[in-house]
């Protein structure tokens, strides 16, 4: 039997999304077509969904590892296809040579360190949930992934964490 782990989000981030304007985010966007870039607007489609978040940490101008599995995963249509019936995409980008949104870099920062990230590119698949008792939100972790070579590998890879296995 697996055991769901739940992690508190830092208090901190919960207020920070509560306080980011949102103009400033609708003015970035994504590097990969389809995908979120704000932790909020996706919990709320995942919830209105009922399917989990999927969030790329990745260092999208710099990062060969994470422009490989761009290429070789994330930009096929079939991986497009298998995405919108199975998760909300959310991507947390780390570049190097392009200056994002404060409020964007301290969100991907924030969930970073509770993720545990240290190496791109790192994919987890999780829900998050709210604590009705204090308010917080909980992390319910699916599992994580990196570098997969192909859309079927990348796929199957996360269709097994997602049956439990």
């Known amino acids: 039997m697996n ?4 992690f508190a989000i830092f208090p901190a981030l919960m ?3 509560m306080l980011t304007p949102v103009a400033a985010q609708e003015e970035y966007s994504a590097a990969n077509e389809g995908w979120m ?3 909020e607007k996706a919990h709320e489609e995942s919830v209105r969904t009922g399917k989990p978040i999927m969030a790329n940490f990745t260092g999208s101008d710099w990062c ?3 422009k490989r599995l761009t290429a070789s995963v994330f930009s096929k249509q079939e991986f497009k296809d298998w995405a919108e019936d199975n998760v909300v995409l959310l991507e947390l980008d780390f570049p190097r ?3 994002l949104p404060e409020e964007i870099q301290q969100q991907n920062h924030s969930l970073q360190r509770v993720f545990k990230v240290t190496g791109y590119p790192t994919v987890w698949v999780f ?3 709210e604590n009705k008792e204090n308010g917080q939100m909980n992390i319910v972790p699916v599992g994580r992934t990196g570098y997969k070579n192909s859309v079927k590998e990348f796929v199957d890879d996360v269709e097994q ?3 439990g296995g």
């Open 64 to 66: 060969g590892w994470c």
């Open 161 to 163: 964490m997602m049956a």
């Open 3 to 6: 055991k769901i782990l739940h």
């Open 37 to 39: 870039v704000d932790i």
């Open 127 to 129: 829900y998050l949930e």
């Open 97 to 99: 040579r392009m200056k």
């Open 15 to 17: 207020w920070m999304w």
